[in-house]
């Protein structure tokens, strides 16, 4: 090192520096990013007052990740079990068989007439935006004769 022109040493010097603050940068927009997609934004600085945006910590992203990560595990064990309870019936509902669908419900999950009413009306209404093109039956015409009350 002591061999080398301190001109050369210099311009590495700043290179290296240079090319830290390019990958400083960059790591700041990710965490910015990131905030912003986990919902996890500062609210903006006021213009009257010189506040720098902030930024959540890597910790701080981090922990809301694995937050968010187990939330989903936990959500989709629970879909999981619950579409297996639903699967039989869901094909009752995609074929317009409404009074084979609130009986399975009924026995399913033991609840009462009206209530086996209201969760199929629920779950038709998010099988039919799941999956659309699985209905024989259009949405005007799919409830027309059926009373429940």
């Known amino acids: 090192m002591a061999d080398e022109d301190p001109g050369t040493v210099r311009r590495e010097l700043t290179e290296a520096r240079a090319e830290r603050d390019a990958l400083g940068r960059e790591l700041g927009d990710l965490r910015a990013w990131l905030c912003i997609e986990l919902g996890m934004d500062r609210a903006e600085p006021d213009r ?10 890597d ?3 981090v922990g809301e990740v694995r937050r968010l990560r187990d939330e989903l595990a936990r959500c989709t064990s629970t879909e999981r079990a619950d579409d297996r309870r639903w699967s039989g019936i ?19 999950f033991g609840t009462s007439l009206p209530l086996a009413v209201d969760l199929l009306s629920e779950r038709y209404t998010r099988l039919r935006r799941r999956y659309p ?4 039956e259009s ?5 027309d004769g059926f009373r429940s009350f």
Do not use: K, P
Request: net charge neutral.
């Open 48 to 57: 009257r007052r010189s506040t720098a945006l902030g930024v959540a910590t």
């Open 59 to 61: 910790a701080e992203i």
């Open 90 to 108: 869901d094909v009752l509902i995609m074929d317009n068989r409404r009074i084979h669908a609130i009986q399975a419900i009924r026995s399913e």
């Open 133 to 136: 093109d699985r209905f024989g």
């Open 139 to 143: 949405t005007d015409t799919y409830w």
